[in-house]
């Protein structure tokens, strides 16, 4: 087990805190299994994202892995497999 | 025939009021926005006298989504956008979306995010340098986030030539409904009044260093020592004349003529280059200097740029021979951003018979102008002239009229 792992709650701060959000979208609702372009998060968000997970956890996270997580569920589990990594 | 082009809604955010009733009161009665900068510590620097726009709370205007990627001029920009796009009683949403286009101008790009994002990558290291850097400090992104926010896909695009930006923006915008788009969201918002924006602004040499807001920019004074700058625009919504009558729109007035020069080089002994881009204007409105109501100047407050100036406006409507005012002296220069506010005024003096003052300056008898002082001027208004200078040898004329 990795000494800390990734949760929904982390992705939550993080797409926040870099690039915000809607009215339109309840973050805190059900979001693992929605598309990120349907919450309003495009590639250049999700790049965003992508560095700032990257410099908390002192992971890399490769362009191919990010742009093939297109749900939170698929980033948070790409995260935790590269946090199991690096431990 | 050439199409008619129209002006049906304002938007305006300046330092002496924000929407276009604000702005408007404000500027008839002589209120100024200009004071101590307190978006940053100025005590070090040499000019420190802005105007500043107070009060704007972007998160009660924009999507929390917006905020991260915008710095302040484009957020300025998106809300002067939505405010123009109300008044003029359109919602894109209903719109063909190839049928409306966004051209804007800017004279700086996003200076005070470009700053933030710099000052994280020489402290910090590169990883923590924003995503959205790649566009939020790039001049034609207020063009863009315009676009994307309303969904207008036809013609859209920026121009950068300093003050003279802000006409030629509109000129581009009037062009394009010529040749077919039926909307045109146009002007310009610059704001950059952070340490970086400032000392670039301070190589130009023309930045008032006085302390005192009644006396710091006062053009055709014979004190006149440099300009204040300040941040804001407008954005105006532009179609064509028949188009707007047939869905029921109002015009303010039409977009009537437009002219545009480059200055010779300096120490050729040859004109610079106002006269002439005055002259085309007017030719293109098909207008005589004699039904001119009043030219907006430029206003450089340089008094060498305040004499090219006044030669101009001179040669062209004679001694004293059209009102001259410049409202800019309650806002400082607003540099793309200006002479779409002051088409705006335009405008509004049109509508009201009233021509807004300039206040502070006491003018120097050196110039042979009727500048309009202290006091707003009750007259009716059919035609405007606008004059925008740009840093580097710009210049551009705008003739507005009242709507057919």
């Given at each position: 087990m990795p000494a800390h792992s990734f949760t929904l709650a982390d992705l939550r701060r993080i797409l926040l805190e870099g690039a915000g959000t809607d009215?339109?979208?309840?973050?805190?609702?059900?979001?693992?299994?929605?598309e990120f372009e349907a919450l309003g998060y495009e590639s250049l968000a999700l790049l965003e994202t992508g560095s700032r997970i990257e410099r908390e956890y002192d992971i890399t996270l490769d362009d191919s892995m990010l742009s093939g997580a297109t749900t939170p569920k698929a980033l948070i589990e790409a995260v935790n497999a590269q946090l199991a990594v690096s431990t | 025939m050439t199409t008619s082009v129209v002006v049906t809604g304002l938007g305006a955010v300046s330092p002496n009021g924000l929407g276009v009733q604000d702005y408007w009161a404000a500027t008839c009665n002589g209120t100024s926005g200009i004071?101590?900068?307190?978006?940053?510590?100025?005590?070090?620097?040499p000019a420190r006298l802005a105007g500043e726009i107070s009060g704007f709370a972007v998160e009660e205007h924009l999507p929390g989504r917006l905020i991260p990627q915008t710095d302040r001029m484009t957020q300025l920009s998106l809300v002067a956008a939505d405010w123009a796009l109300a008044d003029a009683g359109?919602?894109?949403?209903?719109?063909?979306?190839?049928s409306m286009g966004v051209v804007t101008a800017s004279s700086s790009g996003g200076f005070e995010f470009g700053q933030g994002e710099l000052k994280k990558l020489w402290?910090?290291?590169?990883?923590?340098?924003?995503?959205?850097q790649s566009f939020a400090w790039f001049y034609a992104v207020n063009s863009g986030q315009i676009s994307i926010r309303n969904g207008m896909k036809g013609p859209s695009c920026v121009l950068v030539s300093d003050q003279a930006g802000g006409l030629d923006a509109l000129a581009q915008a009037r062009r394009q409904i010529r040749k077919g788009t039926s909307l045109m969201v146009s002007g310009a918002v610059d704001a950059s009044i952070c340490p970086w924006g400032w000392v670039a602004q301070m190589?130009?040499?023309?930045?008032?260093?006085?302390?005192e807001p009644t006396r710091a920019y006062i053009p055709f004074?014979?004190?006149?020592r440099g300009h204040v700058p300040g941040e804001g625009g407008a954005i105006l919504i532009l179609e064509d004349a028949e188009a707007a009558r047939s869905r029921g729109a109002t015009a303010?007035?039409?977009?009537?003529g437009y002219g545009a020069t480059f200055d010779p080089?300096?120490?050729?002994g040859r004109e610079p280059g106002l006269r002439k881009a005055m002259e085309l204007a007017l030719h293109d409105a098909g207008a005589?200097?004699?039904?001119?109501?009043?030219v907006f100047a430029?206003?450089?407050?340089v008094p060498e740029l305040d004499r090219i100036e006044a030669d101009a406006i001179t040669a062209v409507f004679?001694?004293?021979?059209v009102a001259v005012t410049t409202?800019?002296?309650?806002?400082?220069r607003l540099y793309s951003g200006a002479a779409p506010l002051d088409v705006a005024a335009a405008l509004l003096s049109i509508r009201d018979g009233l021509i807004p003052p300039t206040t502070n300056s006491i003018p120097s008898a050196a110039y042979d102008l009727d500048l309009v002082v202290t006091e707003a001027r009750p007259g009716p208004v059919r035609t405007a002239v606008v004059l925008a200078k740009g840093y580097g040898g710009f210049n551009s004329a705008m003739v507005v009229r009242a709507a057919a």
């Amino acid at each position: 087990m990795p000494a800390h792992s990734f949760t929904l709650a982390d992705l939550r701060r993080i797409l926040l805190e870099g690039a915000g959000t809607d009215d339109e979208v309840d973050l805190d609702g059900d979001i693992l299994d929605r598309e990120f372009e349907a919450l309003g998060y495009e590639s250049l968000a999700l790049l965003e994202t992508g560095s700032r997970i990257e410099r908390e956890y002192d992971i890399t996270l490769d362009d191919s892995m990010l742009s093939g997580a297109t749900t939170p569920k698929a980033l948070i589990e790409a995260v935790n497999a590269q946090l199991a990594v690096s431990t | 025939m050439t199409t008619s082009v129209v002006v049906t809604g304002l938007g305006a955010v300046s330092p002496n009021g924000l929407g276009v009733q604000d702005y408007w009161a404000a500027t008839c009665n002589g209120t100024s926005g200009i004071g101590r900068i307190t978006r940053f510590d100025p005590s070090g620097y040499p000019a420190r006298l802005a105007g500043e726009i107070s009060g704007f709370a972007v998160e009660e205007h924009l999507p929390g989504r917006l905020i991260p990627q915008t710095d302040r001029m484009t957020q300025l920009s998106l809300v002067a956008a939505d405010w123009a796009l109300a008044d003029a009683g359109v919602r894109p949403a209903e719109l063909p979306e190839f049928s409306m286009g966004v051209v804007t101008a800017s004279s700086s790009g996003g200076f005070e995010f470009g700053q933030g994002e710099l000052k994280k990558l020489w402290s910090q290291g590169s990883r923590y340098v924003s995503a959205y850097q790649s566009f939020a400090w790039f001049y034609a992104v207020n063009s863009g986030q315009i676009s994307i926010r309303n969904g207008m896909k036809g013609p859209s695009c920026v121009l950068v030539s300093d003050q003279a930006g802000g006409l030629d923006a509109l000129a581009q915008a009037r062009r394009q409904i010529r040749k077919g788009t039926s909307l045109m969201v146009s002007g310009a918002v610059d704001a950059s009044i952070c340490p970086w924006g400032w000392v670039a602004q301070m190589a130009s040499g023309r930045l008032s260093t006085s302390d005192e807001p009644t006396r710091a920019y006062i053009p055709f004074d014979g004190g006149a020592r440099g300009h204040v700058p300040g941040e804001g625009g407008a954005i105006l919504i532009l179609e064509d004349a028949e188009a707007a009558r047939s869905r029921g729109a109002t015009a303010y007035g039409e977009i009537a003529g437009y002219g545009a020069t480059f200055d010779p080089r300096p120490g050729r002994g040859r004109e610079p280059g106002l006269r002439k881009a005055m002259e085309l204007a007017l030719h293109d409105a098909g207008a005589e200097p004699d039904e001119v109501d009043v030219v907006f100047a430029d206003a450089a407050a340089v008094p060498e740029l305040d004499r090219i100036e006044a030669d101009a406006i001179t040669a062209v409507f004679g001694p004293r021979g059209v009102a001259v005012t410049t409202p800019k002296t309650m806002t400082g220069r607003l540099y793309s951003g200006a002479a779409p506010l002051d088409v705006a005024a335009a405008l509004l003096s049109i509508r009201d018979g009233l021509i807004p003052p300039t206040t502070n300056s006491i003018p120097s008898a050196a110039y042979d102008l009727d500048l309009v002082v202290t006091e707003a001027r009750p007259g009716p208004v059919r035609t405007a002239v606008v004059l925008a200078k740009g840093y580097g040898g710009f210049n551009s004329a705008m003739v507005v009229r009242a709507a057919a």
